[in-house]
């Protein structure tokens, strides 16, 4: 059975996160690549608020035994199946889940442009999804 206390703690987690990168969005693109610092936080606030939506989909995508989803990418594929998030989103979190591996294996150079990019388009998405999970948490729920 889903756990609503576990999902809304996961959602207020993934708020604060999003209000610090939210925070960062706001600099210059010269002042965000000119600061180690800035960057490292941006990185580490996208990493953690991408397995906050993981962890979220995760719980309830075991409570109500949907299928195992076979990476963190196809995670958003599995809600999206049963209705959960719309597809706009679902390709959304996808790539967000790509982006997420790359910066915790560093598989190469993380371009920071790119970092400043996604803290300039991409935080609607955190939002959206919270907005989504909550409505299917209802749902499930009721």
Do not use: W
Not at 10 to 27: C, E, G, P, T
Not at 51 to 60: K, L, P, T
Not at 67 to 84: C, G, H, I, Q
């Amino acid at each position: 059975m889903m756990d609503k206390v576990v999902i809304d703690g996961i959602l207020a987690n993934l708020q604060l996160y999003v209000a610090q990168l939210d925070r960062l969005s706001k600099l210059g693109q010269d002042e965000f690549l000119g600061d180690p610092d800035k960057r490292g936080s941006a990185k580490y606030y996208f990493i953690v608020a991408i397995e906050s939506c993981i962890d979220a989909a995760n719980h309830i995508i075991s409570s109500e035994r949907y299928r195992r989803p076979s990476d963190f990418s196809d995670t958003f594929a599995v809600l999206y199946e049963n209705k959960l998030i719309d597809e706009g989103l679902k390709e959304h979190l996808q790539n967000m889940a790509r982006f997420r591996n790359l910066l915790v294996h560093v598989y190469g150079k993380v371009d920071d442009q790119r970092v400043h990019e996604f803290l300039k388009t991409s935080l609607g998405d955190f939002d959206a999804f919270a907005r989504q999970i909550a409505q299917a948490v209802e749902k499930l729920d009721g």
